[in-house]
C-alpha cells in the first residue's frame, strides 16, 4: 500500500460515503490518480464503491466509503506503520485451510463459508 492508498483510507476511514468530487477535494490529488487509486481499492476489498442518488439525467454518480466490516483494520493499519493490509479472496483462503475438504469444514461439520471459518481472526 503506498501514500496514495493511505491518504484515500485515511480519508474514508470515518465510513461517511463520499462523492469523487468530494474526495478528489480531500485527497488533493488529480483526477487521474485519485481513479486509478479508488479502482485499486474497491478491487481489493477496502472501499465500497456504490451507486448514489441522482437528481436528474446524466451519468450515475458514485459514492465511496471504506467497507464497515474493514473499518477497525483500516485505523489499525493507519495508525501502526508496520501493520500491512492485505486483501485474500476467501476462494484462494479456503485452500490454505487445515480443515476444509473439498468445500466442506470438518471442523464446523458445514459448508466452508467465510462467516463460520475458524481460521478468520474477526
Partial sequence: MDFFDERVLATLKD??????????????????????????????????????????????????????????????ALEDSTVELVAIPFSRLRHVCRFEKGGYCKETRKNCEPQICLQIRK
Avoid at 463520499?18 to 478528489?24: D, K, P, S, W
Fill in 15 to 76: 465510513g461517511k460515503p463520499r462523492g469523487f468530487t468530494v474526495l478528489l477535494d480531500e485527497v488533493g490529488f488529480t483526477h487521474n490518480t485519485l481513479q486509478q487509486h479508488l479502482k485499486g481499492l474497491v478491487a481489493k476489498g477496502f472501499v465500497v464503491r456504490e451507486k448514489a442518488a441522482a437528481n436528474g439525467f446524466g451519468r450515475p454518480r458514485f459514492a465511496y466509503h471504506v467497507t464497515s466490516r474493514t473499518t477497525k483494520q483500516v485505523a489499525a
